[in-house]
Nanobody, 124 residues
Framework: QVQLTESGGGLVQAGDSLRLSCEAS????????LAWFRQAPGKEREFVAA????????YYADSVKGRFAISRDASENTLYLQMNDLKPEDTATYYC?????????????????WGQGTQVTVSS
């Protein structure tokens, strides 16, 4: 069992940056595919970014490409999401998630573990 805990959210202004972290406990994240999703009030949870364990390849939603960067640390126990040039439409609860195949980007129902989320609010 893996427990995921997100941190780093907050209230910022448009154009600011935030770095989200996701720490794992109970088991190392090594060999897991990892991803960030977000969910705004009244909307479905949507994919933001993912990183494959096997290839190291990264994937991004078109809406964040060029502004966000996903990474995992060398100890393999923390996942990050660097968010630059934030926009009001980035306002959401951000969740980290892990899946056992190592692929990284899989259908939302196929992720095995989820964190509780961290709130990001971007004011205009």
């Amino acid at each position: 069992q893996v427990q995921l805990t997100e941190s780093g959210g907050g209230l910022v202004q448009a154009g600011d940056s935030l770095r989200l972290s996701c720490e794992a406990s109970g088991r190392t994240l090594r060999r897991y595919g990892l991803a960030w999703f977000r969910q705004a009030p009244g909307k479905e949870r949507e994919f933001v970014a993912a990183v494959s364990y096997s290839s190291g390849r990264t994937y991004y939603a078109d809406s964040v490409k060029g502004r966000f960067a996903i990474s995992r640390d060398a100890s393999e126990n923390t996942l990050y999401l660097q968010m630059n040039d934030l926009k009001p439409e980035d306002t959401a609860t951000y969740y980290c998630t892990a899946e056992l195949t190592g692929t990284g980007w899989v259908p939302v129902g196929e992720y095995d573990f989820w964190g509780q989320g961290t709130q990001v609010t971007v004011s205009s």
